[in-house]
Antibody, heavy 118, light 106 residues
Framework: QVQLQESGPGLVKPSQTLSLTCTVS??????????WTWIRQHPGKGLEWIGH???????YYNPSLESRLTMSVDTSKNQFSLKLRSVTAADTAVYYC??????????WGPGTTVTVSS | ETVLSQSPATLSLSPGDRATLSCRAS??????LAWYQQKPGQSPRLLIY???NRATGIPARFSGSGSGTDFTLTISSLEPEDFAVYYC????????FGPGTKVDMK
């Protein structure tokens, strides 16, 4: 059974780069069936799609974040990652990684809280 | 970008009641509409995909219907574990979620 786990700093200073990693266990990230995604949820708010990445490296980014966003995959570690540059308080959120099947999200990590504050 | 709206914002019901949740899209999404359930402190869970298909392990009391711009999630008889927030989601024009409907206990 595939499981996902987010990891990374819980506190990031304004203007710095937010870096998160999602580790996939119980299955290979390289399988051709799936994309992998990051989704965030601002405090007390709804869900916002950040971007999708395929094990081969192809990406789809939310246009509202694209200028600050880089996603990558490390198949040797069965991980994918998120880097969001020049963060502000508006980037404070719970960040989830998830598996994408037919453009739906069928397996989710537990989420990690990131606070942007000096 | 397709904007999704959901109504009502909050639905106050009792166990055993029927719940009807609505989702409206700003433009047609065909049948590419899904529903997610989120309980406090938990990750969202896929309930329904492509309008009416239940995800693995989802009980038959959950059903979805609609097409184009208007969609409905129905819970035929609420169980205590169904009180949660429900989000609709579309994958036709980029990937967007609705603002959610909270189903709470009356």
């Amino acid at each position: 059974q595939v499981q996902l786990q987010e990891s990374g700093p819980g506190l990031v200073k304004p203007s710095q780069t937010l870096s998160l990693t999602c580790t996939v266990s119980g299955g290979s990230i390289s399988t051709t069936l799936y994309y992998w995604t990051w989704i965030r949820q601002h405090p007390g708010k709804g869900l916002e799609w950040i971007g999708h990445i395929y094990s081969g490296g192809s990406t789809y980014y939310n246009p509202s974040l694209e200028s600050r966003l880089t996603m990558s995959v490390d198949t040797s570690k069965n991980q994918f990652s998120l880097k969001l540059r020049s963060v502000t308080a508006a980037d404070t959120a719970v960040y989830y990684c998830a598996r994408v099947y037919n453009w739906n999200y069928d397996v989710w990590g537990p989420g990690t809280t990131v606070t942007v504050s000096s | 970008e397709t904007v999704l709206s959901q109504s009502p914002a909050t639905l106050s019901l009792s166990p055993g009641d029927r719940a009807t949740l609505s989702c409206r899209a700003s433009q047609s999404v065909g049948n590419s509409l899904a529903w997610y359930q989120q309980k406090p402190g938990q990750s969202p869970r896929l309930l329904i995909y492509d309008t009416s298909n239940r995800a693995t392990g989802i009980p038959a009391r959950f059903s979805g219907s609609g097409s184009g711009t208007d969609f409905t999630l129905t819970i035929s008889s609420l169980e205590p574990e169904d009180f949660a927030v429900y989000y609709c989601y579309q994958r036709t024009n980029w990937f967007t979620f609705g603002p959610g409907t909270k189903v709470d206990m009356k």
